[in-house]
């Protein structure tokens, strides 16, 4: 003969079943940053430096440089609705402050490629501080 289950009991596996459901959803709102980050990213910068005296030479100034980045995967999802037949929530890995940083380019020649040693020149990039998953947008 089958034991008939109490209300006790009914409550219990509801209360465990809401616990489960809880947890995972708490799990996968954390986890919505967990893989964007900041890291390293190695560019070339190039810039055309033109002199304010016209008597001066026009010269393109490089270099190897390492900035910040962000960079990670974040949650995305499309579920069914009601209203619109398709809800979409994308998120991107994007930056949430920013810093100026001034950056020397070392290598310097003329149009026609005659390096100039000694002479450099500064440029200000704009590279993150911080990153977080956000809310894709365009």
């Given at each position: ?14 209360a465990l079943?809401?616990?489960?459901v809880?947890?995972t959803l708490?799990?996968i709102?954390e986890?919505k940053?967990?893989?964007?980050k900041i890291?390293?990213?190695k560019?070339?910068?190039?810039r ?8 001066l ?6 270099g ?8 990670g995967?974040?949650?995305?999802e499309t579920t069914?609705?009601v209203?619109s037949?398709m809800?979409?929530k994308?998120?991107?890995c ?7 940083r001034?950056?020397?380019l070392s290598?310097?020649?003329t149009?026609?490629g005659?390096m ?8 200000i990039?704009?590279?993150?501080v911080?990153c ?5 947008t365009g």
């Amino acid at each position: 003969m089958p034991r008939k289950r109490t209300s006790a009991h009914v409550t219990h596996t509801s209360a465990l079943r809401l616990l489960i459901v809880f947890t995972t959803l708490s799990l996968i709102v954390e986890s919505k940053d967990a893989g964007c980050k900041i890291k390293p990213y190695k560019m070339e910068l190039k810039r055309k430096v033109v002199p304010f005296d016209n008597d001066l030479e026009v010269l393109i100034c490089l270099g190897n440089v390492t900035l910040a980045s962000c960079e990670g995967q974040c949650v995305s999802e499309t579920t069914p609705s009601v209203l619109s037949g398709m809800e979409k929530k994308c998120h991107c890995c994007r930056e949430t402050k920013v810093q100026e940083r001034k950056v020397y380019l070392s290598e310097c020649h003329t149009l026609d490629g005659v390096m100039r040693p000694g002479k450099g020149h500064s440029v200000i990039v704009t590279e993150p501080v911080h990153c977080r998953c956000q809310q894709c947008t365009g």
